[in-house]
């Protein structure tokens, strides 16, 4: 089936505009259920021959694509106040144009021309220097993200509100909205206590900080001119700074090389563990209600 707008070119504003639900829908149906890895798809380029936008769709329930878009819009608001030369080399795509359907939501924004760190790692002709690199530019990006102003009214989740998206809970979601810290931090310790009260607690950071806690390496992605794009916010947003610091003892090569870079506080670590065994192993309403 010929794709439209695939026959002229047009600027990657006019394509997203231009695009009906009904077009969207079809090419989603179009689409595979899973990559090579496995993996669920989530989203692809368009048109297919020249690309000049990625359209990146889900649920709301089952994906909460609706929160990660407006929390990837925040992300670009506000690397785009930042001063050019503090935010020189980072980057975030640009959403032309957020789609809601239903209970669906398609992000139709900026095509990046590039490799993700994932892609530049199966190259075994690469440098120590060029890694360094990349993990430079990549703990840049995460410090400029730390950096952002949370909005005085955040509660813990993503921008505008919602479910948590962490590697902490149970299927990397919490099972609740928390209206606060304090709310969080008391739902975690009623886990961590449910069999024993003896068990480590957390105590939280009051101030809230914009965390982007998926450190998969295909999430970062390297132009030719070296500029970096943090391109996946499912499992970003306003959250105390442990919640950054357990995110960086994950099982990953960004995790690994960054970890002691951030200053982070490690005293809540030992009990998030705990916590997160608990999460892994028991039902979901666990520690609740709080």
Not at 168 to 192: C, G, P, T, W
């Amino acid at each position: 089936m010929a794709q439209p707008h695939e026959s002229i070119y047009q600027s990657p504003y006019d394509v997203a505009e231009n695009l009906t639900e009904a077009e969207v829908t079809a090419m989603i149906e179009q689409q595979p259920m899973g990559d090579d890895r496995g993996w669920r798809v989530t989203g692809f380029a368009y048109p297919t021959d020249n690309p000049v936008v990625y359209i990146k769709y889900g649920h709301n329930r089952s994906s909460l694509r609706d929160s990660e878009a407006r929390t990837h819009q925040f992300a670009y608001d506000s690397l785009q106040r930042l001063p050019q030369q503090d935010r020189q080399g980072v980057r975030i795509p640009k959403i032309y144009r957020i789609i809601q359907a239903g209970n669906w939501t398609y992000i139709v924004m900026e095509y990046i021309r590039g490799k993700t760190l994932a892609k530049l790692m199966e190259d075994r002709e690469t440098s120590k220097e060029t890694y360094q690199y990349y993990y430079d530019s990549i703990e840049r990006a995460l410090k400029l993200l730390l950096s952002f102003p949370v909005p005085k009214d955040a509660a813990p989740g993503p921008y505008g509100g919602g479910i948590i998206q962490h590697p902490l809970f149970k299927d990397y979601r919490a099972a609740i909205q928390y209206d606060s810290v304090d709310m969080l931090e008391q739902h975690l310790n009623n886990v961590s206590t449910v069999i024993s009260k003896d068990a480590l607690t957390v105590s939280l950071e009051r101030d809230l900080h914009f965390v982007f806690a998926d450190l998969y390496e295909g999430n970062f992605m390297f132009t030719d001119n070296g500029d970096v794009y943090v391109i996946d916010f499912e499992q970003a947003g306003f959250l105390p700074l442990s919640f950054m610091t357990y995110a960086m003892i994950q099982m990953r090569a960004v995790a690994g090389m960054l970890h002691d870079k951030l200053d982070l506080p490690q005293e809540n670590i030992p009990a998030m563990r705990h916590i997160c065994s608990l999460f892994v192993m028991s039902w979901t309403k666990i520690g609740l209600p709080v």
